[in-house]
């Protein structure tokens, strides 16, 4: 064996790469929509396991324009179906927001207080509105009361004249 071949095989052996495998938990929670142009999402939290999350969709802020103010409920109010739990006031107009299902309020999205537009550039993930609580009955009539967000495009297809929230 000559000294290169010897250092090469020597080198191979001392800088052998190793491969490591990561497996991480990824759990996809699907939102639901009202025809109001809200939305509702199941939260992945093994504490509380029937808090939702809830905000208004792309469609609606688009339609609101550049949204200037948002009102919120306090902590702990507890809202029926087709309440009004927030009202937003844009550069266009005054808008409610109506409670996509029985709940109770658990969490504001205080960053609304000081940044109104998070909701104009991430309505679905910084721009959510409020949490709340809901129960079990609730949670497993989600699928059958509102809209899955194939069936929201859909709706939106079929309804060009729903351009305000």
Not at 102 to 130: A, F, M, R, T
Request: a negative charge; one cysteine or more; glycine letters at 4%.
């Amino acid at each position: 064996m000559s000294a290169l071949s010897f250092l090469l095989f020597r080198r191979t052996l001392q800088f052998q790469p190793i491969r490591q495998i990561h497996l991480t938990k990824c759990i996809y929670q699907e939102r639901y929509f009202t025809q109001k142009h809200e939305w509702i999402q199941l939260l992945d939290t093994s504490k509380k396991p029937n808090e939702v999350r809830i905000g208004i969709s792309d469609h609606a802020q688009r339609a609101l324009g550049d949204v200037v103010y948002c009102e919120l409920p306090s902590v702990g109010t507890k809202l029926k179906r087709d309440d009004t739990f927030a009202t937003l006031e844009s550069v266009k107009a005054v808008s409610d927001c109506y409670m996509p299902i029985d709940g109770e309020i658990s969490k504001i999205n205080e960053k609304l207080q000081n940044e109104s537009d998070l909701i104009n550039k991430s309505p679905y993930e910084n721009g959510w509105l409020v949490q709340a609580m809901i129960d079990e009955k609730e949670k497993k009539n989600l699928s059958s009361t509102l809209m899955t967000e194939k069936q929201y495009e859909k709706f939106l297809e079929t309804n060009k004249e729903a351009g305000d929230h």
